[in-house]
């Protein structure tokens, strides 16, 4: 399968410079290959950090470093690990994994330690995809549930499903055992009921798995509306910038605008449009096309509407056109006296000139986004892998009651189903997972980790 009998090395620190960087070696030789490089006399002592210097080609040194000489099985990686911390230049770094690679060690691949940790039981599956989550993370709520994952957290509860299927499994096995006729050990009824308390708890995971995903992988929002409503206004509002040009002349979005921003913890891109109307100008008219496709895609429109004025044909037309999306309705120059009197049921009113009612709209976007959840502390799950074998695993259970609930159904037809399930589950955690999965899961990483 992979190979791990080789002393692979890597720069463990963003490119570019910094005060410190690290390269970091994992193998059987580490601790030899980093003697080779070092001008410390003998070897590295377990973890003891140890200052010394890096030998260039010739006499002379290369830098200053601290090295440290973390012992198998209690590294990263589960292997022999040292880790050598020099000054951040990037030439210097690559000084110190050349030599390292002159002295016998193999360029690691992306992800490679951290695949290497996970071979040998360091962490199962879920907690490999934590790290990688941990290290991509925006906000610090999508920081927080990578390291729950991390921590274990989802890792116990699939645990805990297992052990009832187990169980369960067992009893029915037992049956076997009793091959006469019509004798059920576990009654099929009991069965079905078993079943459906574990399909329960599996229910409680998925149910917040659209929000868990929303947060990790975070959402599109879409401010629409006609010309000159105060789309733009409400973009550089939220944005926090005056990255959308703002004029009184309607029509002066043309493109879409989008920018990346943190809206209660929730990675929201948000998209500024042109405004809609029917328009014979060109360029104005593939803004608007362009604006259109963008509601399609959004996983929430902010509608905005200008309170200080009647309704417009084209609010009508947008209100009609968005009602079965997810939407809110952002009623804009909340300053100005109000003109419109019709009440909508997600509406927030703002003025995008003085920063009213930012703050509600703020959380009224998280809110329709991603649930209350966010402010619940609870082991998520938030990765679309895990989300589609569970689902997977529930449908399995389903058959398997449906069987049970006839109650003629003999044992082995129900093990298989439930086998079935549990094995979606070993998937989730990495006990079973193809190496084309494992492959597609690590190239994620950069390299380093
Ligand atoms: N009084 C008041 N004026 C506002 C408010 N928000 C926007 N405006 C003004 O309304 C005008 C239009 O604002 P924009 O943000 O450019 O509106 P828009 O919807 O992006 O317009 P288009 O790009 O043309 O579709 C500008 O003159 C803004 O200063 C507000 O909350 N109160
Ligand atoms: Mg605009």
């Given at each position: 399968?992979?190979?791990?009998?080789?002393?692979?090395?890597?720069?463990?620190?963003?490119?570019?410079?910094?005060?410190?960087?690290?390269?970091?070696?994992?193998?059987?030789?580490?601790?030899?290959?980093?003697?080779?490089?070092?001008?410390?006399?003998?070897?590295?002592?377990?973890?003891?950090a140890t200052f010394t210097r890096?030998?260039?080609?010739?006499?002379?040194?290369?830098?200053?470093?601290?090295?440290?000489?973390?012992?198998?099985?209690?590294?990263?990686?589960?292997?022999?690990?040292?880790?050598?911390?020099?000054?951040?230049?990037?030439?210097?770094?690559?000084?110190?994994?050349?030599?390292?690679?002159?002295?016998?060690?193999?360029?690691?691949?992306?992800?490679?330690?951290?695949?290497?940790?996970?071979?040998?039981?360091?962490?199962?599956?879920?907690?490999?995809?934590?790290?990688?989550?941990?290290?991509?993370?925006?906000?610090?709520l999508q920081a927080r549930i990578?390291?729950?994952?991390?921590?274990?957290?989802?890792?116990?509860?699939?645990?805990?499903?297992?052990?009832?299927?187990?169980?369960?499994?067992?009893?029915?096995?037992?049956?076997?055992?009793?091959?006469?006729?019509?004798?059920?050990?576990?009654?099929?009824?009991?069965?079905?009921?078993?079943?459906?308390?574990?399909?329960?708890?599996?229910?409680?995971?998925?149910?917040?798995?659209?929000?868990?995903?929303?947060?990790?992988?975070?959402?599109?929002?879409?401010?629409?509306?006609?010309?000159?409503?105060?789309?733009?206004?409400?973009?550089?509002?939220?944005?926090?910038?005056?990255?959308?040009?703002?004029?009184?002349?309607?029509?002066?979005?043309?493109?879409?605008?989008?920018?990346?921003?943190?809206?209660?913890?929730?990675?929201?891109?948000?998209?500024?449009?042109?405004?809609?109307?029917?328009?014979?100008?060109?360029?104005?008219?593939?803004?608007?096309?362009?604006?259109?496709?963008?509601?399609?895609?959004?996983?929430?429109?902010?509608?905005?509407?200008?309170?200080?004025?009647?309704?417009?044909?084209?609010?009508?037309?947008?209100?009609?056109?968005?009602?079965?999306?997810?939407?809110?309705?952002?009623?804009?120059?909340?300053?100005?006296?109000?003109?419109?009197?019709?009440?909508?049921?997600?509406?927030?009113?703002?003025?995008?000139?003085?920063?009213?009612?930012?703050?509600?709209?703020?959380?009224?976007?998280?809110?329709?986004?991603?649930?209350e959840e966010r402010l619940r502390?609870?082991?998520?799950?938030?990765?679309?892998?895990?989300?589609?074998?569970?689902?997977?695993?529930?449908?399995?259970?389903?058959?398997?009651?449906?069987?049970?609930?006839?109650?003629?159904?003999?044992?082995?037809?129900?093990?298989?189903?439930?086998?079935?399930?549990?094995?979606?589950?070993?998937?989730?955690?990495?006990?079973?997972?193809?190496?084309?999965?494992?492959?597609?899961?690590?190239?994620?990483?950069?390299?380093?980790?």
């Open positions: 399968m992979f190979a791990t009998d080789d002393t692979i090395v890597a720069i463990a620190t963003p490119p570019g410079r910094g005060a410190l960087g690290v390269v970091r070696l994992s193998g059987a030789r580490a601790r030899d290959l980093a003697g080779a490089l070092l001008d410390h006399g003998g070897a590295l002592q377990p973890r003891h890096v030998q260039g080609d010739g006499k002379s040194a290369l830098d200053e470093v601290v090295a440290t000489f973390f012992p198998a099985p209690h590294s990263y990686t589960g292997e022999d690990v040292v880790e050598i911390t020099g000054h951040g230049s990037p030439v210097l770094l690559h000084a110190v994994l050349e030599r390292a690679m002159a002295a016998g060690a193999r360029l690691a691949e992306p992800g490679e330690f951290t695949l290497r940790a996970f071979l040998n039981g360091k962490q199962d599956l879920i907690q490999s995809e934590a790290v990688a989550d941990l290290i991509d993370a925006a906000t610090p990578a390291f729950d994952q991390l921590e274990g957290t989802l890792t116990e509860r699939i645990g805990a499903l297992d052990a009832r299927l187990f169980d369960l499994i067992a009893r029915l096995e037992a049956s076997l055992d009793f091959p006469d006729e019509g004798y059920h050990f576990v009654e099929p009824a009991r069965a079905a009921a078993d079943i459906s308390s574990v399909i329960a708890v599996l229910d409680g995971l998925l149910a917040g798995a659209t929000a868990g995903r929303m947060i990790r992988e975070g959402a599109t929002v879409v401010i629409a509306g006609r010309p000159n409503v105060g789309k733009s206004s409400v973009f550089n509002m939220l944005a926090g910038s005056n990255r959308a040009i703002v004029t009184a002349i309607p029509g002066t979005t043309r493109d879409l605008v989008t920018e990346t921003i943190d809206v209660e913890g929730v990675a929201v891109t948000l998209v500024d449009t042109a405004g809609w109307r029917d328009t014979r100008d060109i360029v104005e008219s593939e803004g608007v096309a362009r604006g259109a496709h963008a509601r399609d895609i959004a996983d929430l429109v902010l509608l905005v509407l200008d309170r200080s004025e009647p309704l417009a044909d084209e609010d009508c037309r947008l209100l009609d056109e968005t009602s079965k999306m997810n939407r809110v309705v952002v009623l804009n120059k909340s300053d100005l006296p109000a003109e419109t009197t019709r009440t909508f049921r997600e509406a927030v009113a703002v003025s995008a000139l003085s920063g009213d009612g930012f703050d509600a709209l703020r959380r009224t976007i998280a809110t329709t986004l991603v649930g502390d609870q082991a998520r799950i938030s990765n679309t892998r895990h989300i589609a074998l569970l689902e997977q695993c529930r449908a399995s259970l389903d058959a398997a009651r449906r069987a049970a609930e006839t109650g003629n159904v003999p044992e082995e037809f129900l093990l298989i189903d439930l086998q079935a399930a549990r094995m979606r589950l070993d998937e989730i955690v990495g006990r079973r997972t193809s190496e084309d999965v494992l492959r597609h899961i690590f190239e994620r990483f950069c390299i380093g980790k």
